[in-house]
């Protein structure tokens, strides 16, 4: 029924964040205004808890790459009205849990979670280091395959999945980045040109409460996992895998549970697949997916184990975004 805008006033350097109502335009709701706090808050980017209760605030960002950043992170309780920074440090890709009583992170290659009641910050891996990442992808994913945040919340809040990346075996690339300083500076970075070494990935799923880790173990280790997410079901896990030429991707729900994967979709091309996030689940579990394997990209549905239900959409045109 309502809507929210994020609001800069620069006359007060402050930020504000208002809901509208749609079938009314006069009515407003301010639900946080920076003004109001002695800290000086200049706002990029906003979300809602689930329960939206409370507000994730980004601000004093700075850019990494395409589309990796880190900043210093605020949670706002929209009920007692109560502030809270997220770290002292700039942290990347924080996100609420389902239940809206943490928030996980990224700091210096390592995943933080942030209990936002009694405000206590537990370290979850501690191997992030120059060579080894956690929660986070690599350069490559990053550009290719469009995504930064490299872990996810379980529906019940209880455990977390993430990849970690070894690009110990990637080459150091190197080049000097011009700007506003009279001489470039050098800049280096793991990236593989062809033929080079990627960085190896793995999956883990770890366990808030007793901290243990267990690796999701494949019985062919996939050259790269473009996308992952819980989704069709309490204890599904919804794994994409593709081969190095790019032309062989499968979906498989993986159950976190009774440690076993389901094949639920194989797309394969001559030249390429295209990695896309058309992957929308039903309330009965079946899901709807684009594909090209008519030769023009269309929406298919599926029954919750992989079996086509029927081809959503025909013809000579694309389809080129799947909203819900």
Same mark, same amino acid.
């Given at each position: 029924?309502?809507?929210?805008?994020?609001?800069?006033?620069?006359?007060?350097?402050?930020?504000?964040?208002?809901?509208?109502?749609?079938? =009314?335009?006069?009515?407003?709701?301010?639900?946080?205004?920076?003004?109001k706090?002695?800290?000086?808050?200049?706002?990029?980017?906003?979300?809602?808890?689930?329960?939206?209760?409370? *507000?994730? *605030?980004?601000?004093?960002?700075?850019?990494?790459?395409?589309?990796?950043?880190? /900043?210093?992170y605020?949670?706002?309780? %929209?009920?007692?009205? &109560?502030?809270?920074?997220?770290?002292?440090?700039?942290?990347?890709?924080?996100?609420?849990?389902?239940? $809206?009583?943490?928030?996980? #992170?990224?700091?210096?290659?390592?995943?933080?979670?942030?209990?936002?009641?009694n405000? %206590?910050?537990?370290?979850?891996?501690? =191997?992030?280091?120059?060579?080894t990442?956690?929660?986070?992808t690599?350069?490559? #994913?990053e550009?290719?395959? $469009?995504?930064?945040?490299?872990? =996810?919340?379980?529906?019940?809040?209880?455990?977390?999945?993430? +990849?970690?990346?070894?690009?110990?075996?990637?080459?150091?690339?190197?080049? /000097?980045?011009?700007?506003?300083?009279?001489?470039?500076?050098?800049?280096?970075?793991?990236?593989?040109?062809? !033929?080079?070494?990627?960085?190896?990935?793995? *999956?883990?799923? *770890? &366990?808030?409460?007793?901290?243990i880790?267990? @690796?999701?173990?494949?019985?062919?280790?996939?050259?790269?996992?473009?996308?992952?997410?819980?989704?069709?079901?309490?204890?599904?896990?919804?794994?994409?895998?593709?081969?190095?030429?790019?032309?062989?991707?499968?979906?498989?729900?993986?159950?976190?549970?009774?440690?076993n994967?389901?094949?639920?979709?194989?797309?394969?091309?001559? @030249?390429?697949?295209?990695?896309?996030?058309?992957?929308?689940?039903?309330?009965?579990?079946?899901f709807?997916?684009?594909?090209?394997?008519? /030769?023009?990209?269309?929406? #298919?549905?599926?029954?919750?184990? !992989?079996?086509? %239900?029927?081809?959503?959409?025909?013809?000579?045109?694309? %389809?080129?975004? +799947?909203?819900?």
């Amino acid at each position: 029924n309502h809507y929210t805008v994020l609001e800069q006033n620069k006359e007060l350097n402050s930020s504000s964040i208002i809901s509208y109502s749609y079938a =009314d335009s006069m009515e407003q709701l301010v639900i946080f205004d920076s003004a109001k706090f002695s800290e000086k808050l200049e706002i990029s980017s906003y979300s809602f808890s689930k329960d939206e209760q409370n *507000l994730l *605030l980004e601000t004093l960002v700075d850019p990494i790459y395409r589309r990796s950043k880190q /900043g210093i992170y605020w949670i706002y309780n %929209i009920k007692s009205k &109560e502030l809270q920074k997220l770290r002292e440090e700039k942290i990347q890709e924080p996100i609420f849990s389902p239940d $809206g009583n943490y928030v996980a #992170y990224v700091y210096r290659r390592n995943i933080f979670v942030k209990n936002i009641i009694n405000q %206590i910050t537990t370290q979850l891996t501690f =191997d992030g280091d120059y060579q080894t990442i956690n929660g986070l992808t690599d350069w490559v #994913y990053e550009e290719e395959f $469009g995504f930064v945040r490299a872990f =996810d919340w379980s529906p019940d809040s209880k455990k977390i999945v993430f +990849m970690r990346f070894d690009e110990s075996k990637v080459p150091i690339f190197s080049m /000097g980045i011009y700007g506003k300083d009279t001489y470039p500076f050098p800049y280096m970075f793991r990236y593989p040109k062809a !033929g080079e070494k990627n960085a190896t990935i793995d *999956l883990f799923v *770890l &366990e808030l409460d007793s901290g243990i880790k267990e @690796a999701i173990i494949f019985k062919e280790k996939p050259y790269y996992i473009p996308r992952i997410k819980f989704d069709g079901g309490e204890n599904s896990l919804i794994i994409q895998t593709i081969n190095r030429h790019q032309n062989n991707l499968k979906v498989f729900s993986y159950d976190i549970e009774n440690k076993n994967f389901r094949l639920l979709i194989k797309e394969q091309d001559k @030249a390429y697949v295209s990695i896309h996030d058309d992957l929308k689940f039903i309330d009965d579990n079946s899901f709807l997916w684009t594909s090209e394997r008519d /030769g023009f990209r269309h929406i #298919y549905h599926f029954d919750k184990n !992989g079996n086509l %239900i029927n081809q959503v959409t025909k013809g000579n045109w694309e %389809i080129t975004k +799947m909203y819900a």
